[in-house]
Every structure is written in C-alpha cells, then in structure tokens.
C-alpha cells in the first residue's frame, strides 16, 4: 500500500525466466515508511516455453495464462484478475526499469494523476538499452501524438501507473503492440490528467521479443502507427457528426 492506496502490478512475460523472479522480488521487497508499497503481484504468462511462470510464483506472484500472443492481450488477461486496488502499475518482465522508481509514478496518481507514465526520455537511457529503431519509433509517435491532441508526450514507455477507476474508463481493447498508445491517447481524449516522469532505463536480460528481431520491429511500428491513426480519425469522425447535429438546429 502506498499513502493509502492498494497497488496491484501488472507483469506482461514471455520467456522471461531469468529475469522475472528479480522483478517481481523488487517489486514485493519495495518498501515506503518501513511498509510494503505493493499489494498484489500478477504476472500474465502469454506462452512462454521456458519457466516464466514458475520462477514468478515461486517468487511471490499470482500467475494468470493467455497462450494467444500479443502485449495488450496479456495486459488485459492479468487485469480481469486484479483484486481490489486503487491503482495499478504495469512493469515489464525483463528488468529493463529500476522498480524503485516507481514511486514517482505511484505519487503522481496520490498527487491526482490519472495515468503517470516513466519517460525514458525523460531520464538516463543506458548505451543498448534501447535500438536506434525504438528511439526513432518513439520520437516519431511521440510527436504525431504531440502534434495531433496538443499533449506534449516524450514517450511511450511500458513503465506506467493508472488510478484503477480511470483504466475502467478507458475500456481497453487492443491485444497486441497497440496497447500503451490506446492508453495514453484515450486519456488524453477523455481529458484525463496525463503526466510523465523521468525513469531510468537499463539493459534488459535476454532478447526482446520487439526489439530484438527484424519483423518484430515492424510489426510494432505497424502496430502503434496504426492505433494512433485509427483513434485520430475515429474522434475526426465524432467530432463532424457532432457539428452536422447541430447545424440542423441552426
């Protein structure tokens, strides 16, 4: 519990075992005034072949299965399951980020945020911790995001805290690499308050399922591209209904 408020923290894995069990260790051990900050861990195993889930409940998670591949649909798997909390943290499996620094995210939310992203950005990026594809991606749908809802966003990185009732707002959809921009844009739309924090980011352990291949790449910039496009034309849309019912009345 932080100030209050229950944490439930969200964990996306496949084939992670080497690096899950640190984790989710430093995620259970994180302490604020001598008390546990983290409520609930749920790690979402979306078809891993080694021992992701095991070593995650071994180290104190709850394991939740989705064998369809895809980011969002895992994130949405673990959310059906999350107990009673006020906020949630999602964190990546592969100990990319400093889970102490989640603290900044968790006071933003305490603090009246909706949504608290960790720019990496923002913050010290390790040498390799991030492709020069993924540095170019996230500038390019950063500014278009920017550019298109007059929100500046320097990122749209993973490490990310929500108040539990704004993400039952949100009605999340996407199942795939789509998720994180969904999430931020539709905030953005509904008016909800965004802000970013600076984190740090680190090496990961392993290679990444995105990052790490050619067509993974692609696919999520496909991916990201696309959901940014789809959300500006469909409120494009909303927006000239809206002004066609009420030129009828003039």
């Not at 620094?101 to 720019?119: C, E, K, P, R, T």
């Amino acid at each position: 519990m932080y100030k209050g408020h229950k944490v439930a923290v969200v964990i996306p894995a496949l084939n992670e075992e080497q690096a899950i069990s640190i984790v989710v260790r430093n995620l259970i051990t994180l302490m604020f005034d001598e008390q546990a900050v983290i409520d609930n861990v749920i790690v979402c195993d979306n078809g891993s072949t080694d021992n992701t889930a095991k070593v995650a409940t071994a180290n104190g998670a709850q394991v939740v299965h989705q064998s369809t591949p895809g980011y969002g649909i895992a994130c949405l798997t673990a959310i059906a399951k999350l107990p009673s909390c006020d906020i949630v943290l999602f964190v990546d499996g592969d100990d990319s980020c400093f889970v102490d620094q989640a603290l900044s995210l968790l006071n933003g939310i305490v603090n009246g945020d909706d949504l608290a992203i960790g720019s990496r950005t923002l913050g010290t990026i390790e040498n390799g911790a991030l492709t020069k594809p993924q540095l170019f991606g996230n500038w390019l749908s950063s500014h278009l995001i920017t550019l298109f809802w007059q929100q500046k966003i320097t990122d749209l990185g993973p490490f990310r805290a929500i108040r539990f009732s704004s993400l039952h707002t949100l009605n999340m959809a996407d199942t795939s690499f789509g998720w994180t921009v969904e999430m931020q844009v539709k905030a953005i739309i509904l008016g909800m308050q965004v802000s970013e924090y600076a984190v740090d980011s680190k090496v990961r352990i392993g290679q990444s399922k995105i990052s790490g291949t050619v067509m993974g790449s692609i696919k999520a910039g496909i991916g990201i591209l696309s959901m940014i496009a789809t959300l500006f034309i469909r409120q494009s849309s909303v927006k000239n209904t809206a002004q066609l019912k009420g030129s009828e009345y003039e």
